[in-house]
């Protein structure tokens, strides 16, 4: 059995025929994360969706359901982005506060020095957001779930 964190099941040996991706987590890990695993794990399965459909569609979108495109932008834009943005930002703070320099921060974000430094800048003179703090404590500022952040399937 692998024991990898991630593991890609090839289609001979999927569930489905055309291949499996797999995320495992640790007690400890399923533990901090909680009542959010199976709802992050829903809403990536969701950019896969969403990827192969307008892939499957090509120029002809009008097959696609609305309410399937309803869910897509739905699980994208309103419940995985704030959070993958507020995730984002936590780690930014989190690394200049580790003593990360400007230069490597920019070497990861793939921008320019100056960029990088202006954003960190700008993140390090902000309260840290609701999802910044979803993304460290697993509760948003205030111990009240941000508008977005119910389930939602």
């Given at each position: 059995?692998?024991?990898?964190?991630?593991?890609?099941?090839?289609p001979?040996?999927?569930r489905?025929?055309?291949?499996?991706?797999?995320?495992?987590?640790?007690?400890?890990?399923?533990?901090?994360?909680?009542?959010?695993?199976?709802?992050?794990?829903?809403?990536?399965?969701?950019?896969?969706?969403?990827?192969?459909?307008?892939?499957?569609?090509?120029?002809?979108?009008?097959?696609?359901?609305?309410?399937?495109?309803?869910t897509?932008?739905?699980?994208?834009?309103?419940?995985?982005?704030?959070?993958?943005?507020?995730?984002?930002?936590?780690l930014?703070?989190?690394?200049?506060?580790?003593?990360g320099?400007?230069?490597d921060?920019?070497?990861?974000?793939?921008v320019?020095?100056?960029?990088?430094?202006?954003?960190?800048?700008?993140?390090?003179?902000?309260?840290?957001?609701?999802?910044?703090?979803?993304?460290?404590?697993?509760?948003p500022?205030g111990?009240?779930?941000?508008r977005?952040?119910?389930?939602?399937?």
């Amino acid at each position: 059995m692998d024991m990898a964190p991630l593991a890609f099941v090839p289609p001979e040996k999927s569930r489905l025929g055309g291949g499996d991706i797999v995320l495992s987590l640790t007690p400890e890990q399923a533990d901090r994360l909680g009542a959010d695993a199976p709802h992050l794990a829903d809403w990536l399965h969701s950019v896969l969706w969403a990827l192969d459909t307008l892939r499957a569609a090509g120029p002809d979108v009008g097959s696609v359901p609305v309410s399937d495109l309803h869910t897509m932008i739905s699980h994208l834009g309103h419940r995985l982005l704030p959070r993958l943005e507020g995730l984002r930002d936590a780690l930014v703070r989190a690394h200049a506060r580790s003593g990360g320099s400007v230069g490597d921060l920019a070497r990861a974000m793939d921008v320019a020095r100056s960029t990088a430094q202006h954003r960190r800048e700008v993140l390090l003179r902000s309260t840290p957001g609701p999802w910044e703090t979803w993304a460290v404590s697993g509760v948003p500022r205030g111990g009240k779930a941000p508008r977005n952040s119910s389930g939602g399937q």
